[in-house]
């Protein structure tokens, strides 16, 4: 079991920054990747990015340049830091790992205004 809890989420003007961070604990020992997942409403829940254990990432084509997501191995804990957000960024973003079963964060709310 891989227990998963978010932080950082909030509302912020259209251009502003918010950093994400998920903390993780249980069986981490069995964690492969971990990511972040974004769900506005009514749309379906799309992923934002994911890093491997040893570092490799990927990118959603509409935050590349201006979302960065890195992993503390040693605090277990995945960061997803936003800038020059949009507010089409606005949505529920939940952290998810892989390990290998997939496993769920409760999600955070970020709100972009115009």
């Known amino acids: 079991q891989v227990q998963l809890v978010e932080s950082g989420g909030g509302l912020v003007q259209a251009g502003g920054s918010l950093r994400l961070s998920c903390a993780a604990s249980?069986?981490?020992?069995?964690?492969?990747?971990m990511g972040w997942y974004r769900q506005a409403p009514g749309k379906q829940r799309e992923l934002v990015a994911h890093i491997t254990r040893d570092g490799i990432t990927h990118y959603v084509d509409s935050v590349k340049g201006r979302f960065t997501i890195s992993r503390d191995n040693a605090k277990n804990t995945v960061y997803l830091q936003m800038n020059s957000l949009k507010p089409d960024d606005t949505a529920v973003y939940y952290c998810?790992?892989?390990?290998?079963?997939?496993?769920w964060g409760q999600g955070t709310q970020v709100t972009v205004s115009s």
């Open positions: 998810h790992a892989y390990a290998p079963l997939s496993y």
């Open positions: 249980g069986s981490i020992f069995s964690i492969n990747v």
